[in-house]
């Protein structure tokens, strides 16, 4: 049998793990912040009906541009938006890895605030650039002086800023990216994945006019309930697409995500529609939490991160035993819940309480 340490593998990935988000086949699946809500039939149909039609034209290679798909995307964000400012790929994660490609490197760096997205030093790692996460504040929040010491220490070339935060759920104001841009000269993402579902709209998409190197990220894969159909995307100047460009594989959107997402941006607000009911529940368990002595983090996302966990590992265990998956995303004594539906929230809220009795 051959193991990885028997080939001859990259160093800088010799003993590392990939990315591994359990999947399991259970009940109350509440633990990669998906929306858990179903897609209403007409929407379904619409996005079979254009896939079907792209069949048609399957022999062929697809745009290489995804002009239309752009052009929706640019109408879906607003602000004045071009296609020309827009670019996709099969999830932000491929987005952010584009950005490392062209942007990062050997002798690059780097840098985000930890604890956030686990995925950013797999990527980085990925395209040999070296990543350092600086720290927050108090309850994981950031301020402009924060973000600004953290770039004059270490001058990176990419500043990440996960906007709300994963795994905290902590909203991140707009001094703090204008901080973050004026303190360097490298490039700045935003990473946004979870802007939808915040109280009220801080996207730094105000922001980009007269900010070539700020990046935006966002993806279909949460609020828009679009998971598996892997579809994120980038604004920013045209320039910075001219960039995704010379790295990205040929044709790396297939017709069939094309058609899938171009279908579904056109029913943009039945597949939004859910996000409000979402909202409540993610409120309702930070206030249930609280009440049942826990010490949930505020949170601008789709899920909690609560501490007063005394054995996260155990917890985990118990609740998976009554068909509730949760993540343990390694900080001690918490936990992170996605809020699902009302009754999946319901659910790990009863689950909890009766572990708690016992
Ligand atoms: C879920 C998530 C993404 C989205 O990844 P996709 O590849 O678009 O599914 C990006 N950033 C953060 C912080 C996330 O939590």
Partial sequence: MTSLSDLPLRDSLRGREPYGAPQLNVPVSLNVNENTHELPDAVIKDIVKRVGEAAHGINRYPDREF????????????HGLTGKQLWAANGS???????????????RLAIGFGPTYSMYSLIALGADTEYLDAP??????LTPELVREAIAKNQPNIVLLCSPNNPTGTPLSL???????EATDGIVVVDEAYAEFANESHSAISLLPGRPRLLISRTMS???AFAGARVGYLAADP???DAMRLVRLPYHLSAFTQAAAEAALDHAEELLATVGDIRVQRDRIVRELGAMGFDPYRSDANFVLFAGVKDPTRTFTDLLA???LVRNVGIPNTLRVTAGTEAETSAFLEALAELQAN
């Fill in 67 to 78: 002009e239309a798909l752009r052009e929706a995307l640019a109408k879906y964000l607003g």
């Fill in 93 to 107: 994660n491929e987005v952010l890895q584009q950005i490392f490609q062209a942007f990062g490197g050997p002798g």
């Fill in 136 to 141: 927050r504040g108090e309850r994981y929040e």
């Fill in 175 to 181: 001094d703090c990216i204008e901080a973050a841009y």
């Fill in 222 to 224: 949460k609020a828009f």
């Fill in 239 to 241: 320039a910075v697409v």
């Fill in 322 to 324: 009554k068909g509730i």
